[in-house]
């Protein structure tokens, strides 16, 4: 796959990075590289995101929170300065930036061709934990590609085995199941316990690529 075909891919993750995961990993395989944060796309680059201040103060959208160290469940909340939240202590997802972005949406459009996705099927999201805080142990019914812009974190990964293709919506080991859950669950739910898990150390530059059900 040349780079003249995957522009954005291959300023994301390098023109070596970008044809290795595509050719061996995408879309079954995670995938994990370290890269150039000079060379990324300018959208990685924008003032918007160069801080959890600087993106709280023009973000609109939804916003969830919760305190990794004591609780799994994410909680919806509006109306609410996502700046003071984060200097609470709380983990914060900003579900859709895109829109409050510049760039943001030209992005996805071009990484979505690259990929062979559908128009509309991506959406840019960001996390911010402080030290020490972050998610339980969970996986997500989609595919997942988490770009480090600051800060360092580390991700404990593995393939869920008692679901192939998961749908629907995120689940939580030992959480309360939704209605989708029971026709995917053909040889049980989900169970952390026991299972041999990877580690990516996340720092500036890093990208992991997570597939769906991992």
């Not at 061996?24 to 994990?32: G, I, L, N, S, T």
Request: a negative charge; hydrophobic letters at 35%; charged letters at 20%.
């Amino acid at each position: 796959m040349s780079v003249t075909k995957t522009p954005v891919l291959a300023a994301l993750l390098s023109p070596k990075a970008a044809e290795e995961f595509l050719t061996q990993c995408w879309p079954k395989r995670p995938f994990v590289t370290q890269c150039d944060p000079a060379r990324w796309p300018a959208v990685l680059r924008a003032e918007e995101l160069a801080s959890v201040q600087n993106l709280a103060r023009r973000y609109r959208g939804s916003l969830r929170f919760t305190h990794g160290r004591k609780s799994d469940q994410m909680i919806q909340i509006d109306r609410v300065d996502p700046a003071i939240l984060f200097e609470m202590g709380l983990t914060l997802n900003f579900e859709d930036i895109g829109p409050y972005v510049p760039g943001a949406q030209e992005f996805l459009h071009a990484l979505e061709s690259e990929l062979g996705l559908n128009e509309g099927s991506l959406v840019m999201s960001a996390f911010a934990s402080p030290y020490q805080d972050g998610l339980g142990c969970h996986y997500d019914a989609q595919d997942v590609i988490s770009i480090q812009l600051h800060g360092t974190k580390r991700f404990h990964y593995a393939p869920v085995q008692e679901v192939a293709v998961p749908y629907g919506t995120q689940y939580i080991p030992g959480g309360k199941p939704y209605d989708d859950m029971y026709a995917q669950v053909q040889d049980g739910f989900p169970d952390n316990k026991n299972v041999k898990f990877e580690t990516a150390e996340m720092k500036p530059g890093s990208v992991l690529f997570l597939p769906r059900g991992t």
